[in-house]
């Protein structure tokens, strides 16, 4: 197994948290934070794994547990914790999330991840403090310099 790491560059940080700000908003429209205090925007994670059953769909995790889902082809919804989330994503956010994957998964000027790998990413997450792709046994991370 191999890993590499890279600074986390700020186009992929803002497509990241462009993801994480959708998904905060889906969450205060269903009153989650209001009702669940110990929900807070800076533990959200996204995550996709391409072996899941639902393999178009981004989760939204806090702390390990999957608050919500949002399907990258169709801009659909779902959540698994009963929360009043409504089930479909405006035109506008949709653009807004397809740009960001296209951001996140941009390596330099002209190539994306998966030449990088020289095969497809089969998981990939991120956080406000880094995004982290695998693609077998190999791993590439962009992170966040620790503050000293």
């Known amino acids: ?3 590499k ?6 186009y ?14 889906l969450l205060t429209e269903a009153n989650v934070p209001t009702k669940h205090s110990n929900i ?17 769909w981004l989760q939204i995790k806090w702390r390990g547990f999957t608050l919500l889902g949002i399907n990258k ?12 989330i409504r ?8 653009n807004s999330l397809s740009k960001a994957i296209k951001d996140i998964f941009r390596y330099g000027d002209s190539k994306a991840v998966a030449w990088y790998f020289q095969s497809p990413v089969e998981e990939w997450f991120g956080s406000e403090l880094e995004v982290t792709f695998r693609s077998g046994n ?3 991370r962009y992170a966040k310099a620790k503050e000293s």
């Open 1 to 3: 197994m191999s890993t």
């Open 5 to 10: 790491t890279k600074p986390y560059f700020k």
């Open 12 to 25: 992929k940080q803002k497509a990241v948290q462009s993801i994480l700000d959708l998904a905060w908003k």
């Open 40 to 56: 807070v925007k800076t533990e959200l994670e996204v995550y996709y794994n391409s072996s899941d059953m639902r393999a178009d």
């Open 73 to 84: 082809e169709s801009g659909e919804v779902s959540n698994t914790s009963n929360f009043a």
């Open 87 to 94: 089930n479909q994503l405006t035109n506008e956010e949709w």
């Open 138 to 140: 190999n791993w590439l």
